[in-house]
């Protein structure tokens, strides 16, 4: 892997941003060095209702930013603005799948904020109260997100297509009194029944008192006037001011639920302080905005990317954005680029997997539209191979532009390692996401914590806390410091594979634990077996993966029946709707083969490593410690039959 990577460097060109001066071998010293300093005065440009008495408290594993300070995030994104030109500038150009749009400026954000904050209040919810917000890309989103940051109000974004049982373990987890959801959603010229799936979630879930109902779709929706209300009935009469809620810098502003090595997934838990700096500063960093700026972030908002970069980071700095609710080929392939050229974007960040698609379409659909306002590119969620990186970069691109490689998570709330042409120009070189922000102090370890040298391959930690650092796993400090902090002590375990080259650059070699990728979409193999377990003809699952030209990673599953259902196609298909039920349509494998034992070692673990070379066609390596060799030939077996 070392070598293929170094080769990489070897043959392909790099590329040079135009940027505006900056120091950032300087500035990444200081925040090394006086962190204290270097973020104390970063966050001057934040509007504190009360300054902080302590920048960081840090107490492994716990960091604690601005302690003492008191501000509001939707004040931050909103109310500031209002004294200033931003005011009448437009926040969200809003484009519907069927060719609908709606443009929001500022003030009108504002309004609508206060609005539904009055709203949320008028039923009772009050700061710390959680709230679950199960909505496709539509404005009320983010206005949502911005109300309960008003209010104190906890919230957590359930991505749209997650399955109703899926929404249940997030609400039931977080205790939520209430689920917003719309009438449907619009995919691909079809209407999908969220209203259904909140009903089947509230429904196993005695918390919930109310679903907020936004009508957004045509379609005829049940509503139970003992819980159900329409967001426009409840908004009647509701336009007073709001005022926001003066939040410690340490409270929690979301959790946000996402995968890991357990079964169930983890809430991780954002605060309001550190997280509002490192987003914007990131942004900033990593984008080189300005007041032209129009931002194009293509995330879906139920993921980490659309929180910190569709909605709080840009809004922070009185940008423009454009926001999309459809599918990327819809009804035409050049959507996308359509949507570019009308709104004049300047910024696009979207992700490898929307680019290889677009690249196997070909580069006749780009070629249709005046692409010529784009400044810079952006790429997040999987490692980006350097083909997918050439093809953005040419055809896209103009091979006039950069690319912003983003490598970061769920838990590190904004942009880790980036090229960062806000501060200073630097070399790029396709598929490596270059340098770490500053603040951040990477290092690469081997298995026994011992730091490698450059051209090895190893874990990736992260040696010194950052602002957007999550604060906890909501309610599970345990797993919290099991995950992240056990196994190289006093360091944070992101749980990728990584490469440091002889330039310094880092290189993100996809994930070193039990979480697959798909199309960026992060899942486990955990959250994969036991929901397929739950079907009653399933005795025995193992979920693996295997590269994927298109998606990154696919899903693929081995099963062992119980006596008495032979496999067959219909039992295959029964099995992928019970997991597309069960989770939702992202945890559609591409394969189910059928076994009738799995490789486990003799103490009973199932030896993963082993299905993960069947299923990608690699040698099988040392099985000395395996039960029953037949399980692997048997598994090959299948898997050579189906595939
Ligand atoms: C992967 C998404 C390589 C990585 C923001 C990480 C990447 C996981 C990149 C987090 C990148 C994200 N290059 N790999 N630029 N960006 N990843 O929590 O494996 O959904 O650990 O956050 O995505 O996924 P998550």
């Not at 942004?283 to 300005?290: G, I, K, S």
């Not at 005046?370 to 997918?388: C, F, M, R, T, Y």
Request: hydrophobic share 40%; charged share 20%.
């Amino acid at each position: 892997m070392t070598q293929a990577a170094d080769s990489r460097v070897a043959h392909l060109p790099t590329t040079q941003y135009f940027c505006p001066s900056g120091d950032y071998d300087e500035m990444w010293r200081r925040a090394d060095q006086d962190p204290e300093g270097f973020w104390g005065e970063q966050a001057m440009d934040l509007d504190w209702f009360k300054r902080w008495d302590k920048v960081l408290d840090w107490k492994v594993p716990y960091a604690r930013w601005f302690v003492g300070g008191k501000l509001n995030l939707s004040y931050q994104c909103l109310d500031r603005h209002m004294k200033t030109e931003v005011k009448n500038k437009v926040a969200f150009y809003w484009e519907g799948e069927l060719g609908d749009s709606q443009v929001l400026t500022y003030a009108e954000l504002y309004r609508l904020t206060n609005n539904y904050a009055a709203a949320l209040k008028r039923l009772g919810v009050k700061r710390g109260d959680r709230i679950a917000l199960y909505l496709p890309m539509i404005p009320a989103l983010p206005i949502f997100m911005l109300a309960c940051a008003r209010i104190g109000a906890i919230f957590t974004v359930v991505f749209s297509a997650f399955s109703g049982q899926a929404l249940a373990d997030r609400v039931e987890d977080v205790e939520a009194k209430i689920i917003v959801t719309s009438s449907g959603m619009h995919r691909r010229g079809k209407i999908l029944p969220l209203k259904d799936n909140a009903v089947e979630a509230a429904k196993r879930c005695p918390c919930v008192e109310k679903i907020i109902v936004v009508k957004h779709t045509g379609h005829n929706v049940e509503m139970d006037p003992s819980r159900d209300v329409w967001l426009n009935d409840l908004l009647a009469g509701c336009d007073e001011y709001v005022a926001p809620e003066h939040m410690d810098s340490n409270d929690p502003l979301f959790v946000l639920y996402t995968s890991g090595s357990t079964g169930k997934p983890k809430g991780i838990l954002h605060g309001t302080g550190g997280y509002s700096l490192w987003i914007a500063k990131t942004m900033q960093w990593a984008f080189n905005t300005d007041a032209q700026t129009v931002w194009w972030c293509t995330a879906d908002i139920g993921w980490i990317t659309g929180h910190s970069y569709v909605v709080y980071a840009p809004l922070e700095l009185g940008l423009s954005s454009v926001m999309y609710e459809g599918a990327p080929d819809y009804p035409t392939l050049d959507r996308w680029w359509s949507i570019i050229e009308k709104y004049g974007v300047t910024i696009l960040y979207t992700s490898p997997t929307a680019i290889r698609m677009f690249m196997r379409h070909g580069e006749e659909w780009p070629a249709k539209h005046d692409l010529s306002s784009l400044k810079i590119l952006g790429s997040v969620g999987e490692p980006i191979n350097p083909e997918a990186w050439l093809w953005y970069y040419r055809h896209i691109g103009h091979e006039r532009i950069g690319i912003s490689d983003t490598w970061w998570q769920t838990e590190t709330g904004g942009f880790m390692i980036s090229p960062t042409p806000g501060i200073q120009p630097h070399f790029l070189k396709p598929g490596s996401a270059t340098k770490p922000m500053p603040g951040i102090v990477p290092a690469v370890l081997d298995a026994e914590g011992k730091e490698l040298p450059n051209g090895q391959t190893g874990f990736i930690v992260i040696k010194k806390p950052w602002p957007g650092m999550l604060l906890d796993i909501y309610h599970n400090p345990e797993l919290y410091q099991k995950t992240y902090w056990s196994r190289f002590p006093g360091y944070y375990l992101p749980g990728d594979y990584c490469m440091k080259d002889q330039d310094n650059f880092l290189w993100l070699l996809g994930r070193a634990d039990e979480v697959i990728k798909v199309a960026g979409h992060r899942i486990s193999t955990a959250e994969l077996e036991s929901a397929i377990v739950g079907h009653s003809a399933v005795a025995e699952a193992a979920a693996t993966s295997r590269p994927d030209e298109i998606k990154g990673e696919a899903i693929i599953m081995f099963v062992t029946l119980r006596k008495g259902t032979p496999p067959s196609v219909e039992i295959k298909n029964e099995l992928t709707r019970h997991l597309r039920a069960t989770i939702g349509t992202l945890a559609t494998p591409e394969e189910i083969f059928f076994v009738n034992l799995l490789p486990k070692t003799r103490s009973g673990k199932i030896m993963r490593r082993l299905l993960k070379a069947v299923a990608t066609g690699a040698t099988v390596g040392d099985t000395s410690t395996l039960d029953d060799g037949a399980s692997v030939d048997e598994a090959k077996a299948a898997f050579a039959e189906l595939s």
